[in-house]
């Protein structure tokens, strides 16, 4: 069995219509491609949990279903929120993402999309104050049949946010100093089955969020052992 793939032509970065005072933003016409079966839909906003929250992800179109909901950072580290949607059954859509703060806000955003060929096997999220030298790593017993894929947002990409291990899909800043996301992708296991992605930035916060995309929808259904009896 194959590894699922990322589609990268529509794996990107967006700008909100107007980061202008609000208590929502709107990125317009995100397009989602006939042959994703999920996508991941995260963003950023250029200020902390201190002093403002993200509540809520919507896809302008019911065929994106949402089954995960994720308040990624807290505190400190610059606001994040992602989302996953099965969209196995939609086809091709083009619509538009409505992102809703808790309160009014004025801060510059940035959303990224990642869509993939597989399923959703497992996700993490993390976050870093300081970060200069970031990695993660995964590790599944479906390591054969799955992608990792790491999802990031940052609070200055112009001092040279990079990946060192994986590859890149994507990186898309707000401009100047302000906040960006960025994503990488990693087929290639280490020697125990696990994959790793790591990056280097700014000394500055950085949030991820980790997914491992599955071929298989449900792949411990599948028979693996003593692996299967040990999930279920």
Known sequence: MAQPTIITAQST?????????????????????ANANTVIIWVTGD??????SFTNITY????????????????????MMASVFDVSGAGALTNDVTVTFATTASVATRLGIVC??????????SQDRSAQ???????????????????????????????????????????????????????????????KIAYT???????????LFSTQRNPFEQAHGMIRDIVK
């Open 116 to 125: 993939s060929t597989g399923f959703v096997e497992s996700f993490f999220s």
């Open 60 to 79: 302008g179109d019911s065929a994106a279903v949402r089954t995960h909901l994720v308040d990624v950072s807290s505190a400190a580290p610059r606001m």
């Open 133 to 195: 030298e970031g990695q993660s790593i995964a590790f599944s017993p479906n390591y054969e049949n799955n992608l990792f894929v790491l999802c990031n947002a940052a609070d200055d990409f112009s001092g040279g946010f990079s990946y060192t291990t994986g590859t890149q899909i994507f990186q898309s800043s707000a401009g100047g100093t302000a906040v960006g996301v960025a994503a990488a992708s990693q087929a290639t296991n280490l020697s125990d089955g696990s994959k």
């Open 47 to 52: 200020t902390t949990e201190d002093f403002e």
């Open 201 to 211: 930035a700014p000394t500055e916060e950085v949030t991820d969020f980790g997914v």
């Open 13 to 33: 970065g967006y700008a909100a219509d107007s980061d202008a005072n609000a208590t929502t933003r709107t990125y317009s016409d995100v397009v989602i491609p």
